[in-house]
Each structure stands twice: as C-alpha cells, then as structure tokens.
C-alpha cells in the first residue's frame, strides 16, 4: 500500500527546514507523492526552501496566488490525491524514522477490526482514550490534526459538505494574524475564515458514521518549538515519543 503526505504551510522557514528534514531522514518507503501547498507566503527563506523542494522526487509544491488560509489550503492540499488514504502532517513536525510505517501497521491492525475512520500515530494527552485495543492501539474519541490518516472517499464527502453548506463553516472578515516574529497585525484583505477546522468536520463525520478513530500507545512524531526541540504548547505535548 502506497499512500500521499499532504502538508500546508506559511511563513515558517525555520520550522518548515527541520520538519522536511526530519521527514527525509525517515523511511519514505511507502510513500508516493509528497503534495506541499504554500498559502502565499512572502517570506524569502520560505520560498528559497520551497523552490528546492520542487525539485525532489515525489514531491509537488503549490503556491496559493493570495493568502486563503489554513483550512482551505490543506483541504485544496488533500484534494490533490488519487490515493484510497491521505497522511497529514504539519511544518512543525519531526518524525520517528519508522513513522509511516507504524502508520502503516496501525492500518493493518485496525482492518483487522473491521471499519475505522482516522488514524495516528501521535497520541495526544488531551484527545481522552476510550478503550484499549491491544498493545500499543488505544481507541480514542478524536486525535490531533497532524501525522494523521484519513480516507480519501471520507474526505471527498467532508469537501462536498463544506462546500454545499459554506456559511455554516465560514465566513468574510479581517483576520488579525502572527507573523513570523510573533506580533499580532491586521490583514490588509479580506479573508475567508473558517469556523470548524477541516480536521474536527472529518472527524465529525466519522463518529456520524460510526467510524472508529484508532491511535497507537507510543507516539512517533511531535510537534516542535523551532529553532529547539521542544513542545510548542503543553496541550500538544505527546505521549511517549519514540526517538
């Protein structure tokens, strides 16, 4: 099984370096295509990054002509495959180097149980277990919106429904935004801000359809504090990483 990585980014060469260099360092194996979409960033080392990338095999950068937001360009990001499962990852993210293949093997295993909706293999500490499954599977109510594997025919459902109903998941406004040094500033257009996170919409849908959400015990990747290896927030701080 061959599976697509789907990464949205902007504005975070220094995070965005160290998480492509993790990902590299790691077994890729089962991966075909990396798809990396840009939402317009301005920053130079960014788009120097991003121009080399291009360059590497199994991977297509796209750059958004004007800033949509993160929501859209992840959802326009995972739109991009033809494959039956789509892995999500964040620019934030270092990676055990047996990452997609644990992600892999908690496939495997979760067929073995029959249907599922989302997988990782980041367990996060604020998203509650619901059940042990076996040794290093728990079941939870809902994982974090990184290192994740969703279905593509579920995304395709998600899309539609946000699509047909796009005021009950966004809206028009002046978004006050952090740059890259960290100050607040006022966007100088109008943006589409989304209300629910694409993540939270698929995993909705997975529970309406009665779809389990499996994580495994031990955890393969994390979240960074760039340029330290460190949790970003306390929240996102997982359990038992694997070095």
């Not at 993790?22 to 991003?50: A, G, H, P, V």
């Amino acid at each position: 099984m061959m599976y697509d990585i789907c990464m949205a980014t902007w504005n975070r060469p220094k995070s965005l370096k160290m998480t492509i260099e993790s990902l590299f360092d790691s077994d890729l194996s089962l991966c075909d295509r990396i798809y990396i979409n840009d939402d317009c960033s301005t920053n130079k080392e960014q788009l120097s990054i991003l121009k080399k990338l291009g360059e590497r095999d199994k991977v297509t950068v796209y750059s958004q002509p004007t800033q949509i937001g993160v929501q859209e360009n992840m959802c326009m990001c995972m739109a991009e495959s033809d494959k039956d499962y789509v892995v999500i990852i964040g620019d934030d993210t270092l990676f055990n180097h047996e990452w997609l293949n644990k992600l892999d093997w908690l496939r495997n295993r979760a067929e073995k149980y029959g249907k599922w909706g989302a997988l990782t293999v980041a367990n996060f500490p604020n998203h509650p277990d619901t059940k042990v499954i076996e040794e290093n599977i728990i079941q939870k109510e809902s994982i974090g919106s990184f290192s994740a594997m969703y279905k593509m025919n579920m995304v395709r459902i998600m899309l539609d429904e946000m699509e047909s109903d796009y005021s009950k998941y966004s809206s028009k406004m002046w978004p006050v935004l952090c740059n890259e040094e960290k100050n607040l500033v006022v966007s100088d257009i109008m943006r589409t801000m989304w209300k629910t996170s694409y993540d939270w919409v698929y995993q909705k849908l997975c529970v309406k359809q009665g779809l389990p959400i499996y994580s495994t015990q031990k955890s393969y990747t994390y979240h960074l504090d760039y340029p330290n290896k460190k949790s970003l927030h306390h929240h996102t701080q997982v359990k038992d990483f694997v070095e």
